[in-house]
Each structure stands twice: as structure tokens, then as C-alpha cells.
């Protein structure tokens, strides 16, 4: 269902990535102080803060919605009032990260039914809109606790089938080299409408969060709303592939996590 429907919920907007590209003790100091970023945004009349995963260079452009690779990628959103970004890796299914399914209120997790999906979304209009019918989160995600960051990934599984195989983007499931180059896109708080993209960014090497879980380390720049954005970089084909799931970042520094590809279950 395309054009300007009614949108199926209001929100705050949900988290994202990073900003221009440190090193040394500054990167190691900003790995160490990951956030989520999934507050909500000032109140009005409040003043709003620097938007963190920005940094003092801005590398984020506009990209066309309705183009290779970001035809994939669509707003979540809840009527709890979270706002996130998702990628169609299946006709009817989506991934997103698991603290985009918190209600900010309770922190507890929206009923599926309550969780939406806009594909193409782009200035109020969208290619197809689901619900979600059924949710998978990472085994051992504390969504009170938004933790482990090697946990925050959900697989949605819609009402309905939304994409065709042209909008689907398969998964990298090995993981990428230091220094592979990458893109992150995402539906993000300075620009809720449309889609921002810092593409060219990279990998900088594979952690482990507290709990040992593995995370993917990328410079890619992006602030609240680009969670559950995926990091897309070219497979051995040269074809767009999902590297990563967007979770967390440095406030402000140009380092970011990302749950790995690989380390998602649950895509048919």
C-alpha cells in the first residue's frame, strides 16, 4: 500500500551510529563508552542536546529511497512511540534491533501487533506497510537493562509479504575484514523523513561486549533513529549484502557496534 496513507503511530526516535574517524586513544576511549541510542527526543521548549554519532564532521548525505541498495531499508515503529530503522531480508521479513521493541515507558517489550513497518518510507509516503505478526530478539536480551549490545537484534516476521525480490538484501554471513568499506543508512533524528547515508565508512575489527557476545566495530556516522539500520557492505559478487545490525555508538566520535550478521538466527 503506497502514497500517503495514515501513519500508524507516533514516536520518539530510536538509535544509530557514529561520526568522522579517530584512532588510537581516542577510539579505544570511545569503544570503552558505547551508547544506545534510543532516548527520547528534548521536550519542547527544552534544548536539545548535540546529537551523539555525529562528531565535529558531518559525513551523511541524502540517498534516493527508491534506489539499489536502499530500496531495502524502512521505518519501525511502534505505538509505544519508538522510531527505528529495519532492512527486508526476506518477502515478509525484517530486521531491526531488539531495543527498538521497548516500550520507553515500562521497558518492557510491545506486543508484535504493536511494532509497524513502512517500506521506501520517504516524506510522509511508503512503498507497503505491515504489522508484525511474530518477533524473534537475541537469546539473553534484557530489554529492561537494553543488554547485552551482542544481543540487540530482532527478526520481525509481517503480516503479509511486503517486498519483492529486488527490495530483499541477503545476509554477509562471514565476517568482514578490518578496513572493508561500508554504508549505514537510517531514518535519524535531524531528519526523521528521509533517508541519511554515510557511505564511506568501514570496518575496524571484531569485538566482544561484557558478555562475550561478538559485535562488529565500524566508523560509519549516524545518530538516534539509525538503530537496527544495517551496515551494508558488496559480498565476494560484488552484491549489496547486510554486514551488521546498527545498535550503539560513541557520543561522539565516529565509532560505532553493530551485531554481525552472522550472528543473527532466525532468517529463513
Known amino acids: 500500500m503506497g502514497g500517503r496513507a495514515r501513519r500508524p503511530g507516533p514516536g520518539p526516535r530510536a538509535a544509530g551510529m557514529t561520526a568522522r574517524r579517530p584512532g588510537g586513544k581516542a577510539a579505544r576511549a570511545g569503544l570503552a563508552a558505547l551508547l544506545l541510542l534510543g532516548a527520547s527526543p528534548a521536550a519542547r521548549g527544552q534544548e536539545r542536546p548535540a546529537l551523539p554519532g555525529i562528531g565535529a564532521a558531518d559525513p551523511r548525505r541524502p540517498v534516493d529511497h527508491a534506489a539499489e541498495p536502499w530500496r531495502a531499508l524502512g521505518r519501525v515503529q511502534t505505538e509505544a512511540g519508538g522510531r527505528c530503522t529495519g532492512v527486508l531480508v526476506g518477502p515478509r ?48 536480551y534484557d530489554p529492561a537493562a537494553r543488554r ?4 540487540d537484534w530482532a527478526v520481525l516476521t509481517l503480516e503479509r509479504t511486503v ?73 565476494a559478487e560484488g552484491r549489496w549484502a547486510v554486514a551488521g545490525i546498527a545498535s550503539a555508538a560513541a557520543a561522539a566520535l565516529a565509532l560505532g557496534a553493530a551485531v554481525p550478521a552472522g550472528a543473527i538466527r532466525g532468517v529463513p
Open 93 to 140: 521479513t525484517v530486521l531491526t534491533a531488539a531495543h527498538c521493541l521497548v516500550a520507553p515507558r515500562t521497558g518492557r517489550l510491545v506486543r508484535p501487533g504493536a511494532v509497524h513497518f513502512l517500506l521506501g518510507y520517504h516524506l510522509g509516503g511508503w512503498a507497503a506497510h505491515a504489522r508484525a505478526a511474530a518477533y524473534r530478539i537475541g537469546e539473553g
Open 148 to 151: 547485552p549490545a551482542g544481543a
Open 163 to 235: 517486498g519483492a525480490p529486488d527490495r530483499v538484501l541477503p545476509l554477509l554471513r562471514e565476517a568482514p575484514a578490518p578496513r572493508m568499506p561500508l554504508a549505514l543508512a537510517g531514518y535519524q533524528q535531524d531528519r526523521p523523513e528521509a533517508l541519511l547515508a554515510d557511505t564511506a565508512c568501514r570496518v575496524l575489527g571484531l569485538g566482544r561486549d561484557a558478555a562475550g557476545l561478538p559485535l562488529l566495530l565500524h566508523d560509519c556516522a549516524g545518530t538516534r533513529g539509525a538503530s537496527g539500520a544495517p551496515l551494508l557492505a558488496r559480498d
